[in-house]
């Protein structure tokens, strides 16, 4: 079993900067690949970014390619996303996930997670 805490959400006015992390405890976080989705009301959750579980790999959404960069530090049991340049279009509900599947980070499906964050809201200011 693995549980995973995101923290660092909140108002950003759009061109700022925010930072989210995902606490991971429990399994050893290196042996999963981890990503983050989001999700505004009435839409599917969408895949953001992913990171292969050595961390030397990645995998964006275009419409976050060039703003968002993810990352993680297995030491720390952690991943973050950075989120700059940030657009009103990316307010949502940002959600962590890790999946076992390997080479789940090169086509990050959601159905092929194997767990979740609670969530994290990032509302932006225009």
């Known amino acids: 079993q693995v549980q995973l805490v995101e923290s660092g959400g909140g108002l950003v006015q759009a061109g700022g900067s925010l930072r989210l992390s995902c606490a991971a405890s429990g399994r050893s976080f290196s042996t999963y690949d981890m990503g983050w989705f989001r999700q505004v009301p009435g839409k599917e959750r969408e895949s953001v970014a992913a990171?292969?579980?050595?961390?030397?790999?990645?995998y964006y959404a275009d419409s976050v390619k060039g703003r968002f960069t993810i990352s993680r530090d297995n030491a720390k049991n952690t991943a973050y996303l950075r989120m700059n340049s940030v657009k009103p279009e990316d307010a949502a509900v940002y959600y962590c996930a890790a999946a076992l599947t390997t080479t789940w980070w090169r086509a990050p499906l959601r159905h092929a997670v194997n767990y979740w964050g609670q969530g994290t809201q990032v509302t932006v200011s225009s």
């Open positions: 990171i292969s579980r050595s961390g030397g790999n990645t």
